[in-house]
């Protein structure tokens, strides 16, 4: 892979994590007011309980996704970076501009998929 290539995965890896940190912020954000305007019943925490479902929800996808984007910049750093990290084959340039943050090529993605499901023993799409 060329050098400037790597650099424009960089930089577009480096802001999309940027947009999801803020995403996580600003979501914090408008369920902290949410909860500040008012909740019809205090006793009824039913409320409070969902909106800190949804919060864990929203954090826990997007914290999966930038722990992706962060792998992603080690493997720019290491050198090993466009290489499918199960089967040690080259990750097609266009794959890796669609989704430059993912560890595996389609091959490898669809297996890893397929696994996901048997383990889970449901559909699981779209992550990698
Ligand atoms: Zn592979």
Excluded: W
Aim: aromatic share 4%; hydrophobic share 35%; with cysteine.
């Amino acid at each position: 892979m060329r050098q400037t290539q790597m650099e424009a995965i960089r930089k577009q890896l480096l802001q999309d994590r940027e947009s999801l940190l803020m995403e996580i912020r600003q979501k914090k954000a408008e369920a902290a007011a949410l909860v500040d305007s008012g909740v019809p019943d205090p006793g009824d925490m039913s409320m409070n309980i969902s909106l800190t479902d949804f919060l864990h929800l929203l954090s826990d996808n997007h914290r999966e996704r930038i722990m992706l984007i962060d792998e992603a910049l080690r493997r720019l750093d290491e050198g090993s970076y466009g290489t499918c990290e199960r089967c040690g084959e080259p990750i097609p340039m266009k794959r890796l501009e669609v989704q430059p943050f993912t560890p595996f090529c389609v091959e490898c993605k669809e297996d890893a998929e397929r696994e996901e499901i048997q383990r889970a023993g449901r559909p699981e799409q779209g992550k990698l």
